[in-house]
C-alpha cells in the first residue's frame, strides 16, 4: 500500500474510537454485522472480497471493464461515438450492488471514515494507484445549496482521502458549479449531456492556480455517463489546464 501517512492512529484517537465502537458497534457498510479482524473502519473483509476491481484491461477511454464488444480502437460500444473533454478516465470498482452500498454509505451516512476506507482500498491497487501519483485532484463540485443542505461534498471528501494515500497527489478545488443540475439518475446519456451543459467554471480568483504543465484529475465518486466529468474537465481546460483526466470509485 503506498500510504504518504502512517497508517497507525494516535493514542487518543485509538480510545476514541474504541469508546465510539462500545457505543455504537462499527458495522460493515456493505455486509451490515460485526466487522471482525480487519484494517479498515466500516469494511470487513469480506465487504473487501465481494468488490469488483478493474485492472488494466479496461476501455482506455471510460475505463469501464472490457467486456463485451470493443471498436475497432480499442475503446468500449459506449465510447465509439463519444468525445470526452478529458483524455481518459479510471474507476477503481465496478458499481455493483456491493460498491453501490459503499457509494450510498459516503452520501447519507458515514461520509469521513467510509471515503477513508475508499482511498485505502485505491492505494492497495497498483494499477490505479499509479495513475493518480502526482497528480492534482479536483473534485466535481455540488451546487452551493445542495453542500450546504448535505454538509459536504462526497467527491471533495473522497479526493482528500486519496491525497492522504497516493504519492505526490494533492487537492485543489478549483471548480464550482454555477447551477444546480439536480439529480441525473432519471435521465437518458443525451439528457444528462444537456443538463450538465457548462454548469462548471473555474471563478476568476482562482484561474492564476491553474497550471498548463500540471496533470489534473477531476474526481467523482460514479462514472455512469461521463458527462459530468466531461463538463469539469471543459471549463479547466478553458481556465489554462491542458492535462486534464478524470477517476472515479465505481464505474457503472
Ligand atoms: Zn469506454
Known amino acids: 500500500m503506498n500510504e504518504k501517512t502512517s497508517a497507525s492512529r494516535s493514542f487518543p484517537r485509538r ?31 469480506q465487504g473487501r472480497a465481494s468488490l469488483k476491481f478493474i ?8 475505463g469501464a471493464p472490457r467486456a463485451g464488444i470493443v471498436s475497432e480502437h480499442g475503446e468500449c460500444v459506449f465510447c465509439r461515438d463519444r468525445k470526452f473533454r478529458f483524455g481518459c478516465s479510471r474507476s477503481l470498482v465496478v458499481f455493483d450492488v456491493y460498491a453501490s452500498r459503499l457509494v450510498h454509505a459516503v452520501k447519507y451516512r458515514a461520509a469521513h471514515a467510509a471515503a477513508d476506507d ?32 448535505r454538509g459536504y461534498n462526497q467527491s471533495r471528501i473522497f479526493a482528500e482521502a486519496l491525497a492522504k494515500y497516493i504519492p505526490r497527489s494533492r487537492v485543489e478545488n478549483l471548480l464550482v458549479r454555477t447551477r444546480d443540475t439536480g439529480t441525473q439518475t432519471h435521465l437518458s ?4 449531456r444537456v443538463n450538465v451543459r457548462k454548469a462548471f ?18 474526481i467523482d465518486d460514479v462514472f455512469t455517463t461521463g458527462s459530468t466529468l466531461s463538463e469539469c474537465a471543459r471549463a479547466l481546460k478553458k481556465a489554462g489546464a491542458r492535462i ?9
Not at 189 to 192: G, L, T
Open 15 to 45: 480510545v476514541s474510537d474504541a469508546l465510539l465502537d462500545l457505543i455504537f458497534p462499527r458495522e460493515c457498510l456493505i455486509f451490515g454485522g460485526a466487522l471482525g479482524d480487519t484494517p479498515y473502519r466500516f469494511l470487513s473483509k
Open 55 to 62: 485492472g488494466d484491461d479496461c476501455c482506455p477511454a471510460c
Open 118 to 149: 475508499f482511498a485505502k482500498i485505491a492505494a492497495e491497487s497498483d494499477h490505479f494507484s499509479a495513475y493518480l501519483t502526482g497528480a492534482i485532484l479536483v473534485p466535481v463540485p455540488l451546487f452551493t445549496m445542495r453542500e450546504n443542505k
Open 189 to 192: 446519456a443525451a439528457s444528462r
Open 201 to 218: 467554471c473555474v471563478p476568476k480568483k482562482f484561474k492564476e492556480r491553474v497550471d498548463p504543465k500540471a496533470r489534473y484529475v477531476i
Open 244 to 252: 486534464v483526466d478524470a477517476a472515479t470509485f465505481a464505474h457503472g
